[in-house]
Each structure stands twice: as structure tokens, then as C-alpha cells.
């Protein structure tokens, strides 16, 4: 829905302080609408072994720092978008350091950023890895700093990273659905032809011939 906005004009924005550069307004709402679904995922992945405020907590955390990112985009002075976007980097920094915290949680303490092999830890790796190039991109776009004016490679270089981020964490999290769905049906199969054998060895065990 929101990507078909970022192919009209209704959501165009202009950036006061980038020689009148339009931004598709459309793209960060976009993200803060799915963002955080995806830190949210991971806590609901994470089960029981998660404190529940974090269901709070974490998108919470995407949240405030896309707002702070398009907060950024529109200052018209460079003090305050150094401000916006350290703030930002911060943020992260400290929502980085709540997942390190849920993959030691959801290990037992086995498990951390540099050692593990759950399939939990590398979704949120997975998740870490493809949102740290965004605040990259941003200081090289118009939208941050005006490093790259090149309008066509900052709009592919911003769908490029969505998509990546987008499709690559649904993949995964789609692939670790399907490999539990197979092991609970290959369980399910197991305890039923244990308990056919149990069945059937129980009543030969017990028959007795006539006298």
C-alpha cells in the first residue's frame, strides 16, 4: 500500500535544507508500520524465556528511532539533525544490546552475539546485520547529509535495503516455521507408532493359550 504512494506524487515531501530535494514521505511510514512488527517477532519467537515487556519494549525501541530518523530528514539546521540522528545511533545501540540480552535469555546464558548456533540467534543476527546499513545510507543521501546527490541511486540503494531487510528476515522466520512443523509432525508420527507397538506387544504379552 505504501510502496504504491512512493510511486505518486500524494506523498511527496520537500526538505527544507537540501536545495528543495523531495522525499517519498510514504517510506518511513512504511517502516515504522513494519519495523517494529519485526523486533516483535523476535520476542514472540523468543517464548516464555523473554520477559514480557518487551513485547513493548522492542518496537518501542524501531519506533522511536524511525521517528527520530525522519525527524532528522526534516531540521533545517545541521546542529539538529546531528542531534536527531546521534540520538537515533544511540537508541539502536541500546535495542542491539536487548537482543544480545534475549539470545542469552532464550540460551540459558550458552549463547551470545559471537558464539551460538539457534536458530533464534541467527534471526536476530539476521535482523542486526540488514538494518545497520540503513543509518549508513541515510548519511549519504540528501535526506542525511548530501554526500550522494544522485536521486535514481539513493531511491534503488533505499528499495535494495528494504527488501533485503524485509525478505530475507520473512524467509528465515518462514524456513524456522516449516523445519518446527516437520519436527512436531515427525513427533506426533513417532508417538503414535510407539504407541501401536505398545499396543499390540502389551496384548501378545498377555494371551494365554487354553488349558
Known sequence: FFNFFQLTQVDDAILPANDGFTMDLARPIEWIMTCPLMQLSLVLMGG?????????????????????????????????????????VLIFGVMVYFNRQQILEYSGGEEGLLTGDSEFRKATLLLISTWCPFPTWYVLSPEGFGIIDNVLLIQVGWAFLNIVAKFVFIFYIQRIKDLYCNRLKTKRELTTTNRALNIFGGGAGTHSPGV
Do not use: N, Q, W
Not at 516464555?48 to 530518523?69: D, H, Q
Not at 530528514?73 to 536527531?84: G, H, N, V
Open 48 to 88: 516464555a524465556k523473554i520477559p514480557e515487556y518487551r513485547r513493548y519494549m522492542m518496537p518501542g525501541f524501531s519506533v522511536t528511532i524511525l521517528l527520530l530518523g525522519t525527524a532528522s530528514t526534516f531540521m533545517p539546521m545541521d546542529a539538529l539533525k546531528i542531534t536527531c540522528y546521534i540520538a537515533g
